[in-house]
């Protein structure tokens, strides 16, 4: 079973429309969740973190956490050509090595103009 | 500077090779990493350091040996790899490792895209 879980994709959306990624995780006392774009051949940039229930806005992203259900989401309002990556959730996940962080499969994103 | 810089950015190397990669970042991070990162795959830990101290090895061969010579520079020795072994190889800085909240923001470099012949 994997702990953290995302769609891989690709998920093809309009130029001006909103771009929704979901993210299921498995360890019920997490407490950090990343977002993380990747552009191909390049390294993960960090866009998003969120630590508590509810939304968290940045620009044009929104990162949604419900910590009961165990997932986390990342909204893109606007969304451009140049939004288009793999987007990479990241959870902090407590194993026997200790609190690291774990990243989803990732899922790709493309914007059509 | 919020940078991580890796060198470097293209590697090909024979089985028979030995090279280095090289990380250094000037953020005073105390945890850094090393990830492998196969195409369409996520990144996958190999070694933690935090503070200088090797924490983590994720069940990685022996052909890869890690080196943190200060708390700025983290290396990568490779030696007799295969022609799996090739992938991007992506270095990682955090404030702190492993101690929750805030301390997992990764900060990653451009990575060395490995190729083994």
């Known amino acids: 079973q994997k702990e953290v879980e995302q769609n891989s994709g690709p998920l093809s959306v309009p130029e001006g429309a909103i771009a929704s990624l979901n993210c299921t995780y498995s360890?019920?006392?997490?407490?950090?969740f990343f977002w993380y774009r990747q552009y191909s051949g390049k390294s993960p940039e960090l866009i998003m973190s969120?630590?508590?229930?509810g939304d968290k806005e940045d620009g044009r992203f929104t990162a949604q956490l419900n910590k009961a259900s165990q997932y986390v989401s990342l909204l893109i309002r606007d969304s451009q050509p140049s939004d288009s990556a793999t987007y990479l959730c990241?959870?902090?996940?407590?194993?026997?090595?200790?609190?690291?962080?774990?990243f989803g499969g990732g899922t790709r994103l493309m914007v059509k103009p | 500077d919020t940078e991580v810089t890796q060198t470097p950015k293209h590697l090909v190397m024979g089985m028979t090779n030995k090279k280095s990669l090289k990380c250094e970042q000037h953020?005073?991070?105390?945890?850094m990493y090393w990830y492998k990162q196969k195409a369409k795959k996520p990144p996958e830990l190999m070694f933690v350091?935090?503070?200088?101290?090797?924490?983590i090895n994720e069940s990685v061969p022996s052909r890869f040996s890690p080196e943190c010579p200060n708390s700025s520079l983290l290396n990568l020795h490779l030696h007799a790899l295969q022609p799996e072994d090739s992938a991007l190889y992506l270095c990682?800085?955090?404030?702190?490792?492993?101690?929750?909240?805030?301390?997992?923001?990764?900060?990653f470099g451009s990575g060395t895209q490995l190729s083994v012949l």
């Open positions: 990682a800085s955090s404030q702190d490792g492993g101690t929750g909240g805030t301390n997992e923001k990764l900060f």
């Open positions: 360890d019920r006392v997490s407490q950090s």
């Open positions: 969120i630590y508590s229930n």
């Open positions: 990241a959870v902090n996940l407590y194993n026997n090595a200790g609190n690291m962080l774990t």
């Open positions: 953020m005073g991070h105390r945890a």
């Open positions: 350091y935090s503070y200088e101290k090797l924490s």
